[in-house]
C-alpha cells in the first residue's frame, strides 16, 4: 500500500510564508511527477506546481516568482515553499504522486486528503 499525506498548513498574515511537505510511504520504487493543486470554495482544483523526477519544474501564473517546489528523492518528500502569500492563496492544497509499485508496470496516481492554508488580511 501507498501512502501520501500533506504537512504544514495553517493560518498566516498577508506577505507571510508557510512550507508545506507532502511525504510518499509504502510500498515504493520510484516517484515520477509531484505536483501541488489547490483548490477554494467553490472553484474548480487547479494546479500550483509541478517538479519531475529530473527536478523540472512548472508553476501555475498565479503563484511565479513566489513558491518553489523541491523534491528530496531520498526522503520520498516533495515541499512546497511559498512566500509572498496573498489572501487568494486560501484553499485546500492537495499533492499528487505518480508513484511506481513492485506490484506494477508503470506508475499510478495517488492523492493526499489535503492540507488547509488561510491568508489573512
Known amino acids: 500500500q501507498v501512502q501520501v499525506v500533506e504537512s504544514g498548513g495553517g493560518l498566516v498574515q498577508a506577505g507571510g510564508s508557510l512550507r508545506l511537505s507532502c511525504a510518499a510511504s509504502?510500498?515504493?520504487?520510484?516517484?515520477?511527477?509531484v505536483g501541488w493543486y489547490r483548490q477554494a470554495p467553490g472553484k474548480q482544483r487547479e494546479m500550483v506546481a509541478r517538479?519531475?523526477?529530473?527536478?523540472?519544474?512548472n508553476y501555475a501564473d498565479s503563484v511565479k516568482g513566489r513558491f518553489t517546489i523541491s523534491r528530496d528523492n531520498a526522503k520520498n518528500t516533495v515541499y512546497l515553499q511559498m512566500n509572498s502569500l496573498k489572501p487568494e492563496d486560501t484553499a485546500v492544497y492537495y499533492c499528487?504522486?505518480?508513484?511506481?509499485?513492485?506490484?506494477?508496470?508503470?506508475?499510478?496516481?495517488?492523492w493526499g486528503q489535503g492540507t488547509q492554508v488561510t491568508v489573512s488580511s
Open positions: 499528487n504522486a505518480d508513484i511506481v509499485t513492485p506490484y506494477s508496470g508503470s506508475s499510478s496516481s495517488y
Open positions: 509504502g510500498s515504493i520504487l520510484s516517484i515520477n511527477t
Open positions: 517538479i519531475a523526477r529530473s527536478s523540472s519544474t
